[in-house]
């Protein structure tokens, strides 16, 4: 099975920082990797998929590269309502298994 | 408008038996994959299983096969998550997602979800 890690697992930052997230794969997943936004209560939203591609709608100050087994997720600018927990997901292991990562949750300094 | 609409919060007994659902709507129901996540409380999201309702196909997790069924009914396209035994440790919100294709992509990734569902198991 395929297994995803996430770095950090928590982070506090202030609105206008820079912010990046790691994700990593236990083996070489090409480029089918996922990022995902949640807030409290809320169901999981697409941000980016294929690494680096923008869902519709995704602010632009989102962005996602890499390849293989390690990824990231950059936010340019932080907005307030970027205040979320993010999830990378695997999805080289068609049919079946989608694996997430562990989450990273990003709080306000 | 793509919709994925599950059915409502839940609470039951050790051992007893439970379905849950997700109708979609939208889209060409039997044309794609709708999987399951888990989300226990305070942690994070765990990818279930999924089922292709054009033709049935289904698999599973490891953590999650045999625990669970997942099945679907293309006529009322809907999906459904179900135990015949729930323990304590089933108490979670569960999330499906539709396995779709975003506008001019090449891969099929959980692009739409639906509301999410609470399942109490509580003596």
């Known amino acids: 099975d395929i297994q995803m890690t996430q770095s950090p697992s928590s982070l506090s930052a202030s609105i206008g920082d820079r912010v990046t997230i790691t994700c990593r794969a236990s083996?070489?997943?090409?480029?089918?990797l996922n990022w995902f936004q949640q807030k409290p209560g809320k169901a999981p939203k697409l941000l980016i998929y294929?690494?680096?591609n923008l869902q519709s709608g995704v602010p632009s100050r989102f962005s996602g590269s890499g390849s293989g087994t390690e990824f990231t997720l950059t936010i340019s600018s932080l907005q307030p309502e970027d205040f979320a927990t993010y999830y990378c997901q695997q999805s080289y292991s068609i049919p079946f298994m989608y694996t997430f990562g562990p989450g990273t949750k990003l709080e306000i300094k | 408008e793509v919709q994925l609409v599950q059915s409502g919060a839940e609470v039951k007994k050790p051992g007893e038996s439970l379905r849950i659902s997700c109708k979609g709507s939208?889209?060409?129901?039997?044309?794609?994959?709708i999987g399951w996540v888990r989300q226990m409380p305070g942690k994070g999201l765990e990818w279930m299983g999924i089922?292709?309702?054009?033709?049935?196909?289904?698999g599973y997790s490891p953590s999650f096969q045999g625990q669970v069924t997942i099945s679907a009914d293309k006529s009322i396209t809907t999906a459904y998550l179900q135990w015949s035994s729930l323990k304590a440790s089933d108490t979670a919100i569960y999330y499906c997602?539709?396995?779709?294709?975003?506008?001019?992509?090449?891969?099929?990734?959980?692009?739409?979800w639906g509301q999410g569902t609470l399942v109490t198991v509580s003596s």
């Open positions: 083996q070489n997943i090409r480029n089918y």
């Open positions: 997602a539709r396995r779709g294709r975003p506008a001019g992509a090449t891969v099929y990734v959980p692009d739409y």
């Open positions: 294929g690494a680096s």
């Open positions: 089922i292709y309702p054009g033709d049935s196909n289904t």
């Open positions: 939208g889209y060409t129901f039997t044309s794609y994959g």
